[in-house]
């Protein structure tokens, strides 16, 4: 009988032993391997997914910068089909505004420049539309009109201040979006103008301080 190979229980054949130490010492490297592997594989997953996912934040900030130019040009398309358009508010306490049953809304507009407003040549003035806004069941709603004639714009504008005090207002029509940037700009404009270093000014809704935007 040969030597018996070292830990091989007695009666236990030695090649046998041999074979499932072999067996075993292959299992371990294999699992040495395989452990090695999905190190490696985690190693290459994690790196994919930060890149990824740097790309797509990539693509999303292009995308806000995008989106951002897109809004500003459409807010510029709109308040360009809007630049001769005014809004006439009314007291709801007087006659002019109230809205009767067939009411002219052009006729309404053009005896509030004459006789509230007292704009010059009122009368004649080119207004090819004009109608009511908001809710219907409202009797006294603002009226939007367009005056295609910058001149007569220009003049209705000039004499606004003759409704200080009142409660009557006119104002241009400007997209939604760009009046809520409006009110910002002014609000902190109203801050920084305390100071009188920062030469804060208004410029067409942008708020410059020091020079900059």
Not at 104 to 132: C, E, G, K, T, W
Not at 186 to 195: G, L, P
Request: hydrophobic share 35%; glycine share 6%.
């Amino acid at each position: 009988m040969g030597k018996i190979k070292k830990g091989c229980p007695e009666g236990f054949p030695v090649a046998v032993w041999e074979k499932l130490n072999s067996i075993q010492a292959n299992t371990e490297a294999m699992l040495d391997r395989s452990d090695n592997l999905e190190r490696r594989v985690e190693v290459v997953e994690k790196a994919q997914l930060t890149r990824t996912v740097s790309l797509l934040f990539d693509k999303m900030s292009r995308m806000e910068i995008t989106t951002s130019r897109r809004r500003h040009e459409i807010d510029h398309l709109k308040q360009h089909s809007m630049k001769n358009n005014l809004i006439f508010k009314f007291d709801d306490t007087t006659d002019i505004g109230k809205e009767i049953e067939g009411e002219d809304s052009v006729s309404v507009v053009r005896q509030f420049l004459i006789q509230v407003m007292h704009v010059p040549n009122a009368s004649n003035f080119y207004i090819p539309i004009a109608h009511r806004l908001g809710d219907p069941r409202n009797k006294h709603r603002a009226i939007l009109a367009r005056f295609p004639i910058a001149a007569e714009l220009d003049l209705i504008l000039r004499h606004g201040n003759r409704l200080r005090g009142t409660r009557h207002g006119v104002s241009r029509q400007t997209p939604p979006s760009m009046t809520e940037r409006n009110q910002l700009a002014m609000n902190t404009y109203n801050v920084k103008r305390i100071d009188f270093n920062n030469k804060a000014r208004l410029n067409n809704g942008k708020l410059f301080v020091k020079g900059k935007v």
